[in-house]
Nanobody, 112 residues
């Protein structure tokens, strides 16, 4: 099983970025997928969740700004991030809950 995360980079405050996570080696369409983030000096925290039937949940800090989605045919999960703030700067990871499978992390840096 592999999770391949991508899409990070440098963005100005107020800008947008879309992260992608490709799942390999699993029956993706039945899986819940999560996005986490870890800022320097902080613990890794849950950002967003999407279930197999498309139900979503968000941390309060990103509600209304971030959108998680999935494309089962492509085995992809996306995290659309809008109205980015400097405090969103972190390494973002995709994860399958209940497993030890994590994407490799992709760094998002938001400049003020």
């Amino acid at each position: 099983v592999q999770l391949q995360a991508s899409g990070g980079g440098l963005v100005q405050a107020g800008g947008s970025r879309r992260l992608s996570c490709k799942a390999i080696g699993i029956n993706f369409k039945i899986k819940t997928v999560e996005w986490y983030r870890q800022a320097p000096g902080n613990q890794r925290g849950l950002v967003a969740t999407i279930t197999s039937n498309g139900n979503t949940n968000y941390d309060d800090s990103v509600k209304g700004r971030f959108t998680i989605s999935r494309d089962n045919a492509r085995r992809m999960t996306y995290l659309q991030m809008n109205s980015l703030r400097p405090e969103d700067t972190a390494v973002y990871y995709c994860h399958l809950p209940g497993s030890n499978y994590w994407g490799q992390g992709t760094l998002v840096t938001v400049s003020s």
